[in-house]
């Protein structure tokens, strides 16, 4: 007697109109992540390692809101993680993909109610037509990769025209390496780097609690663009 075996097979993802919302009320976020075209050719699904050689999303919006939650405060000390404890994979998936579309998008970060200053606010973040491309992009164990190129604009007006980098996001750093960036009057590279103890934590508290590492040459900065 033979036992067979139904194997699955998916080759392209495309979803119009969706929208996925997680929200914690106890730590005070929510996170909203839509689209509205969200298409996927996949090459390989196999042991928890998906590959796929071409991703493109269509005017996505991805928002991250803070606020307080309904935790007391002594609850908000940050738990060291246990050595070889994953903080943004846990369940060890392994993502490959070869490259990345992104057309008119947007990316909120809100960190309370309070309304926006007229100028550039740290606490408000407002990035619109959001127009990437990532190339080689990979998500292993802990770590995401990718070379990006990009160019946003932000509410308060400020213009990146041009950004080209190698990102590297880790639990403990953002890094962008051999990096060209131009805004409106500007001109950086080739390196800028975040690091922080806990990325949710201490980007609700980025001027103290997150280290600021740069390697600048013939950089022209412009007050225009210093908030």
Known sequence: TTTSKKHWSINKIDFSNFEFIEEDNWIGQKMIFASQNFI????SMKGGTIEMDKVTLNKPFYLIANYDGNRPQNERTIIPRKKGS???NPSH????VNDISIQKGQFWIEN??????PYFDGFHIRMHDLNAQVQQ??????????NVQLNVKERSGLHLQHLNTAFRMTPEIMELNKLFLQTNKSVLGPYYAMKYQDFTEDFNDYVKKVVMKVHFVNAQIHTDDIA
């Open 137 to 146: 992009f990979s998500f292993i164990e802990d770590t995401i990769k990718g």
């Open 93 to 96: 998936v392994k993502i490959l």
């Open 40 to 43: 996927a050719n996949i090459q």
């Open 86 to 88: 994953l903080y943004f």
């Open 112 to 117: 309370g109610f309070e309304k926006p200053v």
